[in-house]
């Protein structure tokens, strides 16, 4: 996959002079600043932008919404002061299986650079590249549905846990994205035991104490499968639409686990 294919048709949110902009700038080049000043001149592309039923305007949500999952990656890999592989190996497959083999080299180069514009930053200052990635998730948080930004968080939890365990400093930066992203306490500790087979970890899973009454858990179950219905991010591809599913039959898998304990 060239690198014109990850910014094609409309990209949304990710403009030159903001934080996004300025990562994309040093990621992709000159080709960024080309595609973005292509829209800009661009009346028709403007008019599918506001329109938003193109096919361009999809392709740019969706562009849009890979880059910041490479761009808050960059962040959650290196929270804990190494890459590891297996990280590394986890954005690799789920590029590959995603976007395809051609997807993988691309990807990992924009990893790359974004790991030296991070090294580069915080060698002047160690909170520079921290920064900019609070301005990014601030931008996500005003262009993206709460939908899209679980899926979104989901995704980088999943990057964290791929080699097995995860640092304290790594559920820190994850919180910390969170935050910024507007997003409800709670959602990274959700997601964190998804893949846990016990009672608490389901009664993380919903986000309820084991004290909470029945209609409690009911409640906190709907509301859960309401914020994460797999069709509220089917805009983003097929692809994204069933890592949610997914991501659904983990939170029914919890219910179950209480439901049965309960007897309900």
Known sequence: MSAAKWIGGILGFITTGT???ALAGAALGALFDYAVDGVSNDETGHGARQAGGSENYRRGE??????????????I?????????SEMEYVRTFLRMNFGDNAV??????LLRLFDEQKRMNATNPYAFRDIIRQ?????????????RLQLLNFLVMIAQADGKI???EISALKEVAAYMRMQDGEVDS?????????ESAYKVLGVSPQATDDEVRK???KLVQKNHPDKVASLGEDIRLASEKKLKEINKAKDRIYKARGI
């Open 62 to 75: 969706r562009n849009g919404f890979l880059f910041s999952l490479l761009a808050l990656a960059s962040y």
């Open 167 to 169: 640092t304290s400093e």
């Open 220 to 222: 906190a179950y709907r």
């Open 136 to 148: 990014s998730c601030m931008q996500i948080a005003a262009n993206m549905s709460y939908a899209q």
């Open 105 to 110: 080299e691309q990807g990992n180069d924009i």
């Open 77 to 85: 890999i290196r929270a804990d002061g190494k890459v590891m592989h």
């Open 191 to 199: 997601m964190l035991n998804m893949q846990g087979d016990d009672l």
């Open 19 to 21: 934080a996004l902009g």
